[in-house]
């Protein structure tokens, strides 16, 4: 319990400070999340959900906190453009965990649509944010959303009102940046009224050579007849670990794409919870992992049937290299009463050599009669014969390597809605494959 403890004592010492530059709506449950912190703690690998990746061992060093909401010297509209060519986006960041509000997009969004700070956003609308914020991350049954919650000051709230059908898509560059090593414990919420229909894109950098430890609670409401396409791509860098959490909650005939992509990073560890409420919906969740040297990925979900005539379909897919370890561990639950339920559980892995390691777990969970659920995992490496035919018509062997993979993962990036950012996402994998982290077009900090 020594990790839990120095944060125990921390906040025993701190609250007051760490309450006073947070909004009073994000204070109300932030005793109720200590008390469940120090009851759960950090969750272990004797927990199912938590068994690949050794989550206490990460909260060991000694981070620096921002709890006095100090700026951070950097202007990120100058510093660091990650620019999607042809993709008109309305551009917003997050410098840690705090929303750069100093120069906004000039583009308007829709009549009604908000994208602003969490704390600001709880200050002008307590009510909006106080039915929603906290309610489907709960803090009872998870240790890291629990220690999440408990710390988090600020944050980014996106609001889509009922009816309004935002075309730009809203591009939001999570920034870490510091001169020490430092954690930052950041919160989403995302709200799609009734009819509404938006397309976010998330992108995870780091500025800095420091140690950062980012936990991360996103939060996303898709009302009756909604749509939410949310796309999250993470190229950090080695020093990094980044926890996050998703949370989202489908009413009546909505729709739903989640795409995690993870490029380059040091630890990962991604949980997606989504729950079907209403009938009628339908959610394509995808993940695409690249990793090598000692990186860590670990992706977990579980999708929760509630309601019948709802269809889920889940495809990740992983390369690792070197060292690199890979986890994927996905559940469909089927509850009583949720016939006519459709789900696909698709997780495929290429490991390149004999010291990486992929563990894999699919499963089903149905109690339920007249549903058509199908899961399947699949763990090798790249076809000798494919490799060998390559070569006979004179494509050198890392050439034919290269191919092959870029092949295997394209299938998951295909399956991305916004055709500008599967373009850019071909080029960046394949850099990526060649061993370069490619620069995005104007970036200064991205090596």
Same mark, same amino acid.
Do not use: W
């Given at each position: 319990?020594?990790?839990?403890?120095?944060?125990?004592?921390?906040?025993?010492?701190?609250?007051?400070?760490?309450?006073?530059?947070?909004?009073?709506?994000?204070?109300?449950?932030?005793?109720?999340?200590?008390?469940?912190?120090?009851?759960?703690?950090?969750?272990?690998?004797?927990?199912?959900?938590?068994?690949?990746?050794?989550?206490?061992?990460?909260?060991?060093?000694?981070?620096?906190?921002?709890?006095?909401?100090?700026?951070?010297?950097?202007?990120?509209?100058?510093?660091?453009?990650?620019?999607?060519?042809?993709?008109?986006?309305?551009?917003?960041?997050?410098?840690?965990?705090?929303?750069?509000?100093?120069?906004?997009?000039?583009?308007?969004?829709?009549?009604?649509?908000?994208?602003?700070?969490?704390?600001?956003?709880?200050?002008?609308?307590?009510?909006?944010?106080?039915?929603?914020?906290?309610?489907?991350?709960?803090?009872?049954?998870?240790?890291?959303?629990?220690?999440?919650?408990?710390?988090?000051?600020?944050?980014?709230?996106?609001?889509?009102?009922?009816?309004?059908?935002?075309?730009?898509?809203?591009?939001?560059?999570?920034?870490?940046?510091?001169?020490?090593?430092?954690?930052?414990?950041?919160? $989403? =919420?995302?709200?799609?009224?009734? &009819? /509404?229909? +938006?397309? !976010?894109?998330?992108?995870? #950098?780091?500025?800095?050579?420091?140690?950062?430890?980012?936990?991360?609670?996103?939060?996303?409401?898709?009302?009756?007849?909604?749509?939410?396409?949310?796309?999250?791509?993470?190229?950090?860098?080695?020093?990094?670990?980044?926890?996050?959490?998703?949370?989202?909650?489908?009413?009546?005939?909505?729709?739903?794409?989640?795409?995690?992509?993870?490029?380059?990073?040091?630890?990962?560890?991604?949980?997606?919870?989504?729950?079907?409420?209403?009938?009628?919906?339908?959610?394509?969740?995808?993940?695409?992992?690249?990793?090598?040297?000692?990186?860590?990925?670990?992706?977990?979900?579980?999708?929760?049937?509630?309601?019948?005539?709802?269809?889920?379909?889940?495809?990740?897919?992983? $390369? =690792?290299?070197?060292?690199?370890? &890979? /986890?994927? +561990?996905? !559940?469909?639950?089927?509850? #009583?009463?949720?016939?006519?339920?459709?789900?696909?559980?698709?997780?495929?892995?290429?490991?390149?050599?004999?010291?990486?390691?992929?563990?894999?777990?699919?499963?089903?969970?149905?109690?339920?009669?007249?549903?058509?659920?199908?899961?399947?995992?699949?763990?090798?490496?790249?076809?000798?014969?494919?490799?060998?035919?390559?070569?006979?018509?004179?494509?050198?062997?890392?050439?034919?390597?290269?191919?092959?993979?870029?092949?295997?993962?394209?299938?998951?990036?295909?399956?991305?809605?916004?055709?500008?950012?599967?373009?850019?996402?071909?080029?960046?994998?394949?850099?990526?494959?060649?061993?370069?982290?490619?620069?995005?077009?104007?970036?200064?900090?991205?090596?």
């Amino acid at each position: 319990m020594q990790s839990e403890k120095q944060y125990i004592d921390l906040y025993n010492e701190a609250q007051a400070l760490v309450k006073r530059y947070a909004a009073p709506v994000l204070n109300t449950v932030r005793d109720k999340a200590f008390e469940d912190f120090r009851r759960l703690g950090f969750p272990t690998k004797k927990e199912e959900r938590y068994k690949y990746t050794d989550i206490p061992r990460l909260f060991e060093p000694d981070y620096g906190l921002n709890l006095r909401r100090l700026d951070i010297p950097v202007d990120p509209y100058e510093a660091f453009r990650c620019d999607v060519p042809n993709l008109s986006t309305s551009l917003y960041f997050m410098v840690n965990d705090q929303f750069y509000a100093k120069s906004l997009p000039k583009a308007q969004l829709s009549g009604g649509v908000v994208v602003d700070s969490l704390s600001r956003a709880a200050a002008q609308r307590p009510g909006l944010i106080e039915k929603y914020y906290a309610r489907i991350a709960k803090t009872g049954d998870d240790g890291i959303t629990a220690f999440n919650t408990m710390l988090a000051q600020d944050g980014l709230f996106i609001y889509i009102p009922k009816g309004v059908q935002e075309k730009r898509t809203i591009q939001v560059v999570n920034l870490l940046r510091s001169d020490v090593d430092l954690m930052v414990n950041r919160r $989403v =919420l995302i709200v799609v009224e009734e &009819g /509404a229909e +938006a397309k !976010l894109l998330f992108c995870d #950098h780091a500025t800095d050579d420091r140690r950062f430890l980012a936990t991360q609670v996103i939060e996303a409401y898709v009302g009756d007849n909604a749509g939410l396409e949310l796309n999250c791509l993470e190229e950090t860098h080695a020093k990094n670990v980044r926890i996050s959490n998703v949370y989202i909650e489908q009413q009546r005939n909505s729709r739903v794409s989640h795409n995690v992509i993870t490029l380059h990073n040091g630890i990962t560890r991604n949980k997606l919870d989504l729950v079907f409420k209403g009938e009628g919906s339908e959610c394509f969740c995808n993940g695409c992992v690249i990793a090598d040297k000692r990186q860590h990925v670990d992706n977990n979900t579980v999708i929760d049937h509630q309601a019948g005539h709802c269809t889920s379909n889940q495809l990740y897919k992983y $390369v =690792l290299d070197d060292h690199a370890v &890979g /986890a994927f +561990a996905g !559940l469909i639950l089927v509850r #009583h009463g949720a016939q006519k339920t459709l789900s696909q559980e698709t997780n495929q892995n290429l490991v390149a050599t004999k010291t990486a390691r992929m563990y894999s777990q699919p499963m089903l969970e149905i109690y339920a009669d007249d549903v058509q659920c199908n899961h399947g995992s699949t763990v090798g490496q790249l076809n000798d014969a494919a490799l060998f035919y390559m070569q006979q018509r004179g494509i050198e062997l890392k050439e034919a390597k290269l191919l092959l993979e870029f092949a295997f993962v394209n299938e998951v990036i295909d399956k991305m809605q916004l055709e500008p950012l599967r373009d850019r996402l071909h080029h960046l994998v394949e850099k990526r494959f060649r061993g370069e982290l490619d620069k995005c077009q104007g970036c200064r900090h991205c090596r």
